[in-house]
């Protein structure tokens, strides 16, 4: 017999039972759709980190102290003498005080404040839509200067020029000098976009804070990260005679790391979606057994007129691989259309369809109609045509 004949008689017992056939699929359906949905969220994080860090390139280093105390400060002076440094490029210490009060008028908002030098802007890779940014001079003088980021600067002006207008920033007033570009978060996960960024020295006066807990520190090329890394490790240790207070992070490592515990995470995910697809076949298995045991006396007189073995085991087989493989092919196109609604569902997520992960569950949903309908199949084709004919 042939396969087109086969497939014939398949499809023509799948529009005898619409319902049953449908719920039989439900399984597979529900497994290949996940698989899809949640394998393009995962990527989509994965290149959101990767758009995240994209503009800081891989140069950047990161050191932050873990510890309390005057046995854990880090002084300004000391850090800007570093940056005489073979392989430095620029280090901008930080100081960030979040859920700060900031008023202007009689409008008052938190922000996150950021105390830093005059080379922050161009480590973080960030630009100025108007006004300037932190000057030495700002430093040296301890100047009540700001420059802040556009939902500040949304919210507090809406489309009025802010250049040079006063904000009460924790009680102290500072000018408005410039206006950043929108840019998102940093590294440390800090929002430019709704942060006041003011002269470390200032901030350090204002906010009576004495030590810095962050520092950027840029090497001059991506070769010399290694090098600048233990220059950093020798100088923190000299200071504080232990590695246990601090850790210093580069950019790669960072977008390894959160890639890596992303990518962790989608494979547990896709694990637990694929049982769905284990379930779906035990029930293809399940459906296939009662039709054999329906379709007892046609198996016989089939049998009886002068059908092989082989032609009642590839009916059967290719009945429950044609569900399974219909089951697979909604599923498919049930994941596409979530994975392509879901960023205006949730649009903090972004997904990234993978053709190659959607061919490959639905080969997957083909092949559990193959093995799981191989026991139904082989069933029938045991049967005796006497005993299959004297079956009710």
């Known amino acids: 017999m042939r396969i087109w004949e086969l497939f014939q008689m398949a499809m023509a017992t799948v529009r005898s039972n619409p319902l049953r056939t449908v719920l039989t699929m439900l399984g597979v359906i529900i497994g290949v759709s996940s698989v899809i949905t949640l394998v393009s969220i995962g990527?989509?994080?994965s290149k959101?980190?990767?758009k995240q860090y994209e503009g800081l390139g891989t140069n950047l280093l990161t050191v932050n102290l873990l510890g309390n105390g005057r046995a854990t400060q880090l002084k300004y002076d000391e850090l800007m003498e570093l940056e005489g440094t073979s392989g430095i490029s620029a280090i901008a210490p930080t100081m960030t005080r979040g859920s700060t009060s900031i008023k202007y008028d009689r409008t008052t908002?938190?922000?996150n404040v950021i105390g830093t030098n005059d080379?922050?802007?161009d480590m973080q890779k960030g630009k100025i839509a108007s006004g300037r940014f932190l000057a030495a001079a700002d430093l040296d003088f301890r100047n009540h200067v700001a420059v802040i980021g556009t939902e500040v600067a949304t919210k507090f002006f809406g489309k009025d020029d802010p250049i040079n207008e006063e904000i009460n920033v924790n009680g102290y007033m500072y000018t408005i000098i410039g206006v950043l570009e929108s840019k998102g978060s940093n590294t440390s996960g800090t929002s430019l976009d709704s942060s006041v960024i003011v002269p470390l020295p200032t901030m350090s006066r204002d906010f009576k804070l004495g030590n810095i807990r962050s520092t950027y520190v840029e090497a001059e090329s991506g070769d010399q990260v290694s090098k600048v890394q233990a220059v950093l490790e020798r100088y923190l240790y000299s200071k504080f005679k232990s590695t246990s207070g601090y850790n210093i992070f580069n950019s790669s490592e960072l977008i390894t790391a959160r890639q890596a515990a992303s990518s962790t995470l989608t494979n547990q995910l896709v694990a637990v979606a694929a049982i769905s697809l284990l379930v779906g076949g035990i029930g293809i298995m399940n459906i296939m057994l009662v039709t054999?045991?329906?379709?007892?006396?046609?198996?016989?007189?089939?049998?009886s007129i002068g059908a092989k073995r082989r032609n009642i085991l590839l009916q059967f087989l290719v009945e429950a691989t044609l569900i399974s493989g219909m089951g697979g092919l909604i599923g498919l196109i049930v994941g596409v259309g979530l994975s392509l609604a879901w960023p205006y569902i949730n649009p903090s997520q972004e997904t990234s369809?993978?053709?190659?992960?959607g061919l490959y569950a639905f080969l997957f949903s083909a092949l559990v109609g193959v093995i799981?309908?191989?026991?139904?199949?082989?069933k029938a084709s045991k049967l005796k045509p006497i005993d299959a004919l004297r079956y009710d």
């Open 43 to 45: 990527q989509g994080t």
């Open 48 to 50: 959101s980190i990767e």
């Open 109 to 111: 908002q938190t922000y």
């Open 119 to 121: 080379r922050y802007l």
């Open 292 to 303: 054999v045991s329906e379709r007892t006396r046609e198996i016989g007189i089939r049998k």
């Open 353 to 357: 369809l993978s053709l190659s992960v």
């Open 372 to 378: 799981f309908g191989l026991y139904p199949a082989n």
